[in-house]
């Protein structure tokens, strides 16, 4: 045993996730000492506003505003402030003095994690961060620790609740992309600045975070390919439910090999088609999953809450116990693995199918056009599907009605996106393309 005194927690942070720990922390903190075998005081809480009307009644005496002091002499310091400075002082801060680290900012860890992790291993400090991915779904713990021995090879996640809840409004009830938005803020849902979330942002700080755990790599996330759902219409989303697949937001990470041979991890956010079959597919409303494909373990699925101050304060409280534990144990803690060190390659090197609307000219000669464009940059169909344009006669023939143009919907093979990308071009330059409507990639299959 190297430690039999009680720990004492410095807060940083009593905002929707703060002061639900600060709760939890003071309401069970007998049972959290019978859990860790060492009683875990609360020493201290900082804001910014002592003053300030709070979800959660704090005892006063615990407030401050004078972090840096309150840091000083804690043994575990834990961030849910939120933002890159002063958060990221203050971490360093603590690790320097000594003290093991809980924080949920995935913004931080997305962009300073391996400055941080770097610092806290030269002490042998711990720095736990179960609520940055996913906030209540355990899901950093089990690929840091648990599948350690095995061989991730992808992770599909919904790791942006607020883009899932909008995306599934508009599948589930026919909303528009303006109104489950609206829906969206309304309730909460979104964060202050509505972009984070509706631009992929958010789950590109949390792809980051997976790709670079499942990989064993420091992968930032100015490195994730990001596309949000602005774009996304009814007409996509109804068009994919035809098709029999459901339009959701992905954060990727996947072990890929590019065009030379050269291994490598490719992370990326977009909008992608998910078969109705797919475990994915049945995540509903502001939920999140992680879904993860490993060599030996086979495909496993988490799912839960992902926000919320309660859910998410469930996930720091269990990192928190976690580090007392170690502290009664001794020895040092799980440090980050980046052994593997793979290169992070870009979104032209990923491979996946895709499926393209096109508006095209109603004449002979177009496909073969159409195809013979694809074929030339290595892409093949393996489906079509064409729908006259304008009114519908009453034997079910359309007309001539809109000119003589008709929807295209061609399935591809698996391509590079590259190629892909490259073939889109092509087709928005043919003559015989009115407009390019969509191209969506298909994950999951
Ligand atoms: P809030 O904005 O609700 O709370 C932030 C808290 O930090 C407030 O109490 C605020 O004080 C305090 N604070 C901010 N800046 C300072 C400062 N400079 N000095 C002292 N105190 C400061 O954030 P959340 O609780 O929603 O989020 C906290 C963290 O958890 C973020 O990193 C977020 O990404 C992460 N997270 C949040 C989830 C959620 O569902 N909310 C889910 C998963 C992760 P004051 O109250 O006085 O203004
Ligand atoms: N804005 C985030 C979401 C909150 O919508 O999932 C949790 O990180």
Same mark, same amino acid.
């Given at each position: 045993?190297?430690?039999?005194?009680?720990?004492?927690?410095?807060?940083?942070?009593?905002?929707?996730?703060? %002061?639900?720990? @600060?709760?939890?922390?003071? !309401?069970?903190?007998? $049972?959290? #000492?019978?859990? +860790?075998?060492? &009683? /875990?005081?609360?020493?201290?809480?900082?804001?910014?506003?002592?003053?300030?009307?709070?979800?959660?009644?704090?005892?006063?005496?615990?407030?401050?505003?004078?972090?840096?002091?309150?840091?000083?002499?804690?043994?575990?310091?834990?961030?849910?402030?939120?933002?890159?400075?002063?958060?990221?002082?203050?971490?360093?801060?603590?690790?320097?003095?000594?003290?093991?680290?809980?924080?949920?900012?995935?913004?931080?860890?997305?962009?300073?994690?391996?400055?941080?992790? %770097?610092?806290? @291993?030269?002490?042998?400090? !711990?720095?736990?961060? $179960?609520? #940055?991915?996913? +906030?209540?779904? &355990? /899901?950093?713990?089990?690929?840091?620790?648990?599948?350690?021995?095995?061989?991730?090879?992808?992770?599909?996640?919904?790791?942006?609740?607020?883009?899932?809840?909008?995306?599934?409004?508009?599948?589930?009830?026919?909303?528009?992309?303006?109104?489950?938005?609206?829906?969206?803020?309304?309730?909460?849902?979104?964060?202050?600045?509505?972009?984070?979330?509706?631009?992929?942002?958010?789950?590109?700080?949390?792809?980051?975070?997976?790709?670079?755990?499942?990989?064993?790599?420091?992968?930032?996330?100015?490195?994730?390919?990001?596309?949000?759902?602005? #774009?996304?219409?009814?007409?996509?989303?109804?068009?994919?439910?035809?098709?029999?697949?459901?339009?959701?937001?992905?954060?990727?990470?996947?072990?890929?090999?590019?065009?030379?041979?050269?291994?490598?991890?490719?992370?990326?956010?977009?909008?992608?088609?998910?078969?109705?079959?797919?475990?994915?597919?049945?995540?509903?409303?502001?939920?999140?999953?992680?879904?993860?494909?490993?060599?030996?373990?086979?495909?496993?699925?988490?799912?839960?809450?992902?926000?919320?101050?309660?859910?998410?304060?469930?996930?720091?409280?269990?990192?928190?116990?976690?580090?007392?534990?170690?502290?009664?144990?001794?020895?040092?803690?799980?440090?980050?693995?980046?052994?593997?060190?793979?290169?992070?390659?870009?979104?032209?090197?990923?491979?996946?199918?895709?499926?393209?609307?096109?508006?095209?000219?109603?004449?002979?000669?177009?496909?073969?056009?159409?195809?013979?464009?694809?074929?030339?940059?290595?892409?093949?169909?393996?489906?079509?599907?064409?729908?006259?344009?304008?009114?519908?006669?009453?034997?079910?023939?359309?007309?001539?009605?809109?000119?003589?143009?008709?929807?295209?919907?061609?399935?591809?093979?698996?391509?590079?996106?590259?190629?892909?990308?490259?073939?889109?071009?092509?087709?928005?330059?043919?003559?015989?393309?009115?407009?390019?409507?969509?191209?969506?990639?298909?994950?999951?299959?």
């Amino acid at each position: 045993m190297s430690e039999t005194r009680s720990l004492r927690v410095a807060l940083l942070g009593a905002g929707t996730v703060g %002061a639900q720990v @600060a709760r939890l922390l003071l !309401e069970h903190h007998d $049972e959290l #000492a019978a859990r +860790a075998g060492v &009683p /875990i005081d609360l020493v201290g809480i900082a804001v910014r506003d002592v003053t300030a009307t709070r979800s959660v009644n704090l005892p006063a005496e615990l407030l401050t505003t004078d972090a840096e002091t309150l840091i000083q002499g804690a043994d575990i310091v834990v961030e849910l402030m939120g933002g890159i400075e002063p958060a990221k002082s203050y971490i360093l801060a603590a690790i320097g003095s000594g003290a093991d680290v809980v924080t949920g900012n995935k913004a931080l860890l997305a962009e300073h994690g391996a400055e941080i992790f %770097a610092a806290a @291993a030269q002490v042998g400090a !711990e720095v736990y961060y $179960e609520a #940055a991915v996913a +906030a209540a779904i &355990p /899901i950093i713990r089990p690929l840091r620790d648990s599948l350690a021995g095995d061989h991730v090879e992808r992770i599909l996640a919904i790791v942006n609740g607020s883009t899932n809840y909008i995306l599934d409004r508009m599948d589930r009830f026919g909303d528009s992309m303006e109104d489950a938005q609206r829906v969206a803020l309304e309730l909460g849902y979104l964060e202050a600045d509505p972009t984070l979330d509706v631009e992929g942002f958010d789950a590109a700080q949390k792809a980051a975070i997976l790709a670079g755990l499942a990989f064993h790599t420091s992968v930032p996330a100015a490195a994730v390919h990001r596309e949000g759902i602005s #774009a996304i219409t009814l007409a996509d989303v109804e068009s994919a439910r035809e098709a029999g697949f459901v339009i959701k937001l992905l954060a990727i990470a996947e072990r890929i090999t590019d065009e030379d041979g050269l291994e490598g991890v490719s992370a990326r956010v977009h909008p992608a088609l998910v078969r109705r079959d797919h475990p994915l597919a049945t995540v509903y409303g502001g939920n999140n999953a992680v879904f993860v494909e490993a060599e030996a373990a086979g495909p496993l699925m988490f799912y839960g809450a992902g926000a919320g101050g309660v859910q998410t304060a469930s996930a720091v409280l269990g990192d928190i116990v976690s580090i007392a534990r170690r502290h009664i144990a001794g020895g040092v803690g799980v440090g980050e693995s980046v052994a593997a060190d793979l290169a992070v390659l870009p979104i032209g090197a990923a491979q996946t199918r895709y499926r393209i609307s096109l508006d095209v000219e109603d004449r002979p000669g177009v496909l073969a056009e159409l195809a013979g464009i694809l074929a030339d940059r290595g892409v093949s169909v393996e489906t079509l599907r064409q729908t006259a344009n304008g009114a519908v006669t009453a034997d079910g023939l359309a007309t001539e009605a809109d000119g003589g143009t008709a929807t295209l919907v061609i399935g591809t093979h698996t391509a590079r996106d590259a190629a892909l990308a490259a073939a889109v071009e092509a087709l928005s330059a043919s003559g015989a393309v009115a407009s390019v409507r969509s191209v969506l990639r298909i994950e999951g299959a």
